[in-house]
């Protein structure tokens, strides 16, 4: 079992930026690879980046690419996406998310473990 808690959302103005820490509890968490996706109001849950298990692959979501980074501390059962450049655009509540293995994945299909949530609104 994997249990996640996201922190860091907020209000911020176009341009800006913010940084979103996802604490993870399990003993499994460092042979996870990890995501984020988002969910603005009205729209489906939607990929944003997602991180292999050593650190090592990344991928992103056109949308953020260049301006959004993810990374992880598995010594601390840590992962963060750091926002910059901020749009309105943005808007969404970020969710972290733990897959079943090693590999990252664009799916959501292939996440087993979320977390709550925490609402990013950026304004223009």
């Known amino acids: 079992q994997v249990q996640l808690v996201e922190s860091g959302g907020g209000l911020v103005q176009a341009g800006g930026s913010l940084r979103l820490s996802c604490a993870a509890s399990g003993r499994t968490f460092s042979s996870k690879a990890m995501g984020w996706f988002r969910q603005a109001p009205g729209k489906e849950r939607g990929f944003v980046a997602a991180?292999?298990?050593?650190?090592?692959?990344?991928k992103y979501a056109d949308s953020v690419k260049g301006r959004f980074t993810i990374s992880r501390d598995n010594a601390k059962d840590m992962v963060y996406l750091q926002m910059n450049s901020l749009k309105p655009e943005d808007t969404a509540v970020y969710y972290c998310?733990?897959?079943?293995?090693?590999?990252?994945?664009?799916?959501?299909?292939?996440?087993?473990?979320w977390g709550q949530g925490t609402q990013v609104t950026v304004s223009s």
């Open positions: 991180i292999s298990w050593s650190g090592v692959s990344t």
């Open positions: 998310a733990a897959t079943g293995g090693m590999v990252l994945s664009i799916n959501s299909g292939r996440y087993d473990y």
